[in-house]
């Protein structure tokens, strides 16, 4: 079956710790985003990736870092620079087709707390 | 730039009574609209999309939405409710660029018996 993978589904950080959060799709998708996601506050764009080896900040990337090596893989990795980092993350990808370009299929999301 | 308002944070309803979840729209050019679901702990399910053909827009699980230029609305219906449609509910504003998807805050849908 085509989908994107998170992994984990569950993930605990320490103070001082830097973590790192899977991402992986089949989908050949071209673009792959990731979100956070806090209650009551929708989604905010953290990093996004519009082609390999290429990444831009989003609304949020302070405390964050990404890494686009393969097409299928997108890792979010929060840094001890992410004072608050307890939340749930979203990645997503989009087919490189210009007219589903506004289509985002998502991950099942990781829930990242803070020990 | 554009934004979006959902302008209710709950919405509850009795099974087998119609849903209607409001959403309002900014935008300096036609926009591409969309509605996701989000059931718990879950990723967000694409519900339909608006991309400025028909007005009426069709999704799955008997969901239509119903864009309104001049309203500057995508409210969200369904004639009867399920059980299972207890969930959250995201509309989304996207623009030309593409990557810049504009979430509301979304509306978390109670169904009763």
């Known amino acids: 079956d085509g989908g994107i993978t998170q992994s984990p589904k569950y993930l605990f950080r320490k103070e001082g710790q830097n973590v790192t959060l899977s991402c992986e799709q089949n989908?050949?998708?071209?673009?792959m985003y990731w979100y956070r996601q806090d209650p009551g506050q929708g989604l905010r764009l953290i990093y996004y990736s519009q082609i390999v080896n290429d990444f831009q900040k989003g609304d949020i990337a302070e405390g964050y870092s990404v890494s686009r090596e393969k097409k299928e893989s997108f890792p979010l990795t929060v840094t001890s620079a992410q004072k608050n980092p307890t939340a749930f993350y979203l990645c997503?990808?989009?087919?490189?087709?210009?007219?589903?370009?506004?289509?985002?299929?998502f991950g099942a999301g990781t829930r990242l707390s803070v020990l | 730039a554009q934004s979006v308002t959902q302008l209710d944070s709950h919405v509850s309803v009795s099974e087998g009574t119609p849903v209607l979840l409001r959403c309002n729209y900014s935008s300096s050019y036609s926009p591409s609209l969309f509605w996701y679901v989000q059931h718990p702990n879950k990723g967000l399910q694409l519900l339909l999309k608006y991309t400025s053909a028909a007005t009426l827009v069709k999704g799955i699980n008997g969901f239509e939405a119903e864009f309104k230029k001049s309203e500057t609305s995508f409210h969200l219906t369904k004639p009867s409710a399920h059980m299972s449609d207890a969930a959250e509910y995201f509309c989304v504003v996207s623009g030309n660029s593409g990557y810049a998807l504009n979430f509301g805050k979304g509306t978390s849908l109670l169904v009763t018996p």
């Open positions: 989908l050949n998708h071209d673009a």
């Open positions: 997503a990808s989009t087919p490189g087709l210009a007219d589903l370009k506004n289509i985002q299929y």
